[in-house]
């Protein structure tokens, strides 16, 4: 093993060019991360790009093909599962079936040698039943809980082994919508409260922006984008993951101008459009293919008669369709020369407005700082 | 409790579903029980047979058959402790290692020798362990005068041979059954391999371990054929007695004692093993079914 590195205290989890290639199938491809002491980690991700592999490199269930993995600052290439100090939370539980709750959740401890004393497994089992608010579920079979009361035993019988790290492979698949939002929740309370490092793998983009304080966005085994979800939404590297993170309005183009900070894109009928480069993003060339992505929540949305002020894109339109969403409105409006355009206003701009009706004319725009000018990959 | 309820409605076609079972039931157990119940008090008749009779002779008589209780009662435990041991081992390889190809070929090797006759396949054993068989080419390799054929340990590979894949495919296919994940959710919390099989695949196959004991131990009780060919007259087994007083020397009365005495003995030990079994499955908290 090497030598600990002097940051290695604070890095949970490292990734040093790791692949795990299948034969031909690369799923994968070269990865490197660091996952800080104390954060809730997410691979984020569409079905098949790698995420549930590199979680198994992590638990030990999987080799990589090349690269090093390292658990604290140590290599753990070659460490078998049993012997590794992270608990997973399988996608579908995992839970033992002959074994009541009890027994699932005390199973990591009386793998410890020397074993622990029968009071102090009891003593354990009940604070963790507690943590996940279960208490009193002792002695129930665990196929006869429901599917939200399962994932809290899963989650308990990792928990108890005070792991280093948790991993968690779709936990929240199997639940309902609410009972998902409920479970997010408790999750990262409880994150913060044991303080172990978490590492999620989701292919939600909403769970995983709301729940992270770290993503790395996936795409054929390889990481696209790594960072907060601020950064992710805000300044996206590419059209791929402003399309996965959030809605998007896309203009395709050239890039007919290019600066340090931003670029005019030429669209496909001669017109040209002005846009940021986002901070993580590296110039375009001229003549390039590039896109123009526009949040739709950045894009206003006014009458006819009255433009709103100081956009640097002004386009006429007409309402077709209207969708009502309690705390917002999404428009879908026919801009003239750009297309459908989505916008979302807000509750206080529709009270100004008086809000729109399919058929409608109606204005749109955005400010400079709003459009984005973005590499096709 | 469907039972109950289908009666207590005074469901006809309950009943008539129930008919053809209870027909089966009555005829070819009960009946044949009840006779040889009856047989066993009787007399021999002169000529052979049976003679009406009640007397407890017959059951007092039964010590002079002890050879064939003892002999079953050791070599039909032990074969399938062996075919345990032995198909264990088999049926995790097929259910958790094997790949598909591998895992189809084997299952069909374990099947093929079920397409000809067990008698002739138990005939071929009578040469491979006679004379000019094994012990020929042990004399080979140096090591002289080894006689299997007519010993119990011919009877054992006879039986280890006849009945290991009537073992296999009951704990093949609770092993089959078993979610792999299970054993990863195992090793993630600790658990070395080994504690991770005794501490999860062996319960969770335990039903398949079960019944296939059951099904081997049960049969192997009234083997006659193997200890007829393999045990050549010196080694048999009540099944052996029992050929021998109904078909050889008649005495019905007898015979029919002796098999009522094997009856007894197979249920007190079944009864033994399920309770064993079933207080295990308790403390471990499992349910078998
Ligand atoms: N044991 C294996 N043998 C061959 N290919 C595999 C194996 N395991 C995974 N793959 C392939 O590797 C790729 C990545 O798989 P992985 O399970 O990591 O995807 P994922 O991101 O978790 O997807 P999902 O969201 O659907 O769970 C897929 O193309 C998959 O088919
Ligand atoms: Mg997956």
């Known amino acids: ?377 | 409790m469907m039972k109950r309820a289908g009666i207590r409605s005074g469901n006809g076609v309950t009943a008539m579903l129930l008919l053809p079972t209870t027909l089966w039931f009555l005829l070819l157990l009960v009946m044949p029980l009840v006779v040889i119940l009856v047989f066993s008090f009787g007399e021999r008749a002169p000529a052979g047979g049976y003679q009406a009779a009640f007397t407890f002779e017959q059951y007092l008589n039964l010590p002079a058959r002890l050879k064939a209780f003892t002999n079953t009662l050791t070599l039909a435990p032990l074969g399938t402790l062996i075919c345990v041991l032995m198909a264990y081992p088999l049926a995790y390889y097929l259910a958790v290692r094997a790949g598909e190809r591998v895992k189809v070929m084997l299952l069909v090797l374990v099947i093929v020798p079920f397409w000809t006759s067990f008698l002739i396949r138990t005939y071929a054993w009578i040469y491979i362990l006679g004379g000019r068989g094994i012990p020929q080419l042990l004399e080979l390799v140096g090591i002289e005068d080894v006689r299997l054929i007519n010993t119990p340990t011919a009877v054992l590979i006879g039986i280890v041979y006849g009945y290991l894949p009537l073992m296999i495919f009951p704990i093949y296919v609770s092993l089959e059954k078993l979610d792999k994940r299970l054993l990863e959710a195992s090793g993630d919390l600790g658990a070395s391999p080994w504690r991770t099989f005794l501490q999860v695949t062996l319960p969770l196959s335990a039903p398949g371990l079960v019944t296939g004991s059951l099904l081997v131990f049960i049969l192997l009780m009234g083997e006659y054929l193997i200890p007829a060919l393999l045990g050549g007259g010196k080694v048999f087994f009540v099944g052996n007695a029992l050929v021998d007083l109904f078909l050889q020397s008649r005495n019905w009365p007898y015979g029919s004692a002796v098999a009522i005495g094997l009856v007894a003995i197979m249920m007190v030990a079944i009864a033994i093993y399920l309770a064993m079994v079933g207080r295990q499955q308790a403390r471990d908290d499992v349910s078998l079914v």
């Open chain 1, 1 to 377: 093993m090497p030598a600990r590195s002097d940051h290695s205290r604070d890095i949970d989890i490292e990734f040093r060019g790791v692949s795990r290639h299948y034969g031909e199938i690369r799923a994968v491809d070269g990865i490197d991360l660091s996952v800080p002491k104390g954060t809730f980690f997410s691979f984020l991700g569409p079905s098949g790009c790698g995420k549930t592999t590199s979680l198994r490199m992590i638990a030990g269930f999987e080799q990589p093909t090349a690269g090093d993995v390292l658990i604290e600052g140590s290599s753990v290439v070659g460490t078998p599962p049993h012997r590794r100090p992270v608990n997973m939370v399988f996608q579908h539980y995992a839970l033992f079936p002959h074994l009541n709750v009890f027994d699932n959740i005390a199973y990591g401890l009386r793998q410890r040698a020397p074993r622990p004393a029968r009071a102090e497994i009891t003593r354990r089992v009940g604070e963790t039943l507690d943590l996940v608010r279960l208490g009193g579920f002792e002695s129930r079979r665990v196929w006869e809980l429901s599917g939200g009361q399962q994932q809290r035993v899963a989650l308990a019988r990792a928990l108890i082994n005070k792991p280093t790290v948790l991993l968690l492979d779709e936990p929240m698949a199997a639940l309902d919508r609410k009972l998902r939002r409920d479970m997010q929740i408790e999750l990262q309370t409880l994150q913060r409260d044991v303080g172990i490092t978490f590492v999620l793998v989701t292919h939600d983009q909403e769970e995983a922006l709301s729940m992270s304080d770290s993503i790395c966005i996936m795409r054929h085994g390889r990481i696209v984008q790594a960072g907060g979800a601020r950064e992710l939404y805000d300044e996206p590297v590419n059209r791929y993951v402003a399309d996965f993170v959030g809605k998007s309005n896309f203009l395709d183009g050239t890039v007919a101008d290019t600066g340090a900070s931003g670029a005019v894109l030429r669209l496909a009928d001669g017109r040209t459009i002005a846009g940021r480069y986002t901070s993580t993003a590296t110039p375009l060339a001229r003549e390039a293919k590039a896109c123009i992505a526009v949040r739709p929540e950045l894009v206003s949305i006014t009458a006819a008669q009255k433009p709103a002020g100081g956009m640097a894109v002004n386009a006429p339109a007409r309402v077709k369709n209207r969708i009502y969403l309690g705390e917002q409105t999404e428009y879908l409006v026919a801009a003239e020369g750009l297309g459908d355009i989505l916008a979302m206003a807000s509750k206080t701009s529709e009270l100004a407005s008086g809000g729109f009706s399919p058929g409608d004319e109606v204005v749109i725009g955005w400010p400079e700082s709003a459009a984005l000018v973005l590499a096709e990959e």
